[in-house]
């Protein structure tokens, strides 16, 4: 397999998806296995739901929060937290990258481990498996801080990420679908902006931009992508 030398490049953007934890034992959306295969996400995923049922929807999630404690970070978490000058953009909610170490994440759809009141605006952390409360203090339900189907990205969020993707030079995707805009725009983006983009999936993404394609586990091709 072609190996990267880190140091020859200077702004490094990792981007990833569910494929990303799947081997932690955490169910991608799609695919086999995937959450989006056995619940529907109208029930449980979208504003309508929770307006609908906001307990039944605070449950659905914290089960994956369960879920995702069950679950630990795999090697190529720990090669993304220990790169030099780089980025990481994921789409993940489960934090299993600042688990194993990356700081400064870019968590474009939230963090299950954050619960927000719209009524009010007031945010809390909540980094336990059950919720410490599901009502804010001003009586109204908490939701979780994340981007359902239908939702809007935080903008500066989404600033961020396509500013660093925008002036990176190595792009690296990994465990993502690239059906969900506008996250699926940013390989894209990256191989505009002239980086050398590379995909590690074991599955064909549908994304065609990238310099060098790995069909193979985050958890294989990440730790012997790099030059030592
Ligand atoms: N290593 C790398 N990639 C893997 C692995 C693995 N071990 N296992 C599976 N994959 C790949 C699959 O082939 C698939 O292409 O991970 C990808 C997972 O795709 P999705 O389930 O669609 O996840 P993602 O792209 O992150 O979904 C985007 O959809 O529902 C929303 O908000 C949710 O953030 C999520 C968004």
Redesign the pocket.
């Known amino acids: 397999m072609e190996k990267i030398d880190p140091s020859a490049y200077r702004n490094i953007v990792f981007f990833?998806?569910?494929?990303?934890s799947?081997?932690c034992g955490v169910p991608?959306?799609?695919?086999k296995g995937?959450?989006?295969n056995q619940y529907d996400?109208g029930e449980y995923?979208c504003q309508k739901a929770f307006e609908r049922d906001p307990e039944k929807v605070l449950r659905f999630h914290e089960l994956r929060r369960r879920a995702v404690l069950d679950c630990q970070p795999h090697a190529g978490h720990r090669v993304v937290a220990g790169m030099p000058r780089s980025i990481l953009v994921t789409?993940?909610?489960d934090g299993m990258h600042q688990r194993a170490g990356s700081m400064n994440v870019i968590e474009?759809?939230g963090s299950l481990w954050r619960l927000r009141c719209d009524p009010c605006g007031s945010m809390r952390e909540d980094p336990g498996d059950d919720y410490e409360t599901l009502r804010c203090d001003c009586g109204n339900w908490l939701r979780p801080d994340?981007?359902w189907?239908g939702d809007m990205l935080d903008e500066s969020v989404m600033r961020m990420a396509t500013e660093a993707i925008a002036s990176c030079d190595l792009f690296i995707s990994?465990?993502?679908?690239?059906?969900?805009w506008p996250?699926a725009g940013f390989p894209s983006l990256a191989r505009d902006a002239g980086a050398f983009c590379i995909e590690?999936?074991?599955?064909p993404?549908g994304a065609i931009c990238y310099d060098l394609v790995i069909r193979?586990?985050?958890?294989e091709?990440l730790p012997s992508l790099f030059v030592s």
């Not at 590690?200 to 599955?203: C, G, L, V």
């Open positions: 990833t998806g569910a494929g990303m799947a081997e991608t959306y799609r695919g995937g959450i989006w996400y995923a789409q993940n909610i474009l759809h994340i981007t189907f990994i465990g993502t679908s690239g059906s969900v996250a590690i999936n074991p599955e993404s193979g586990s985050a958890s091709a």
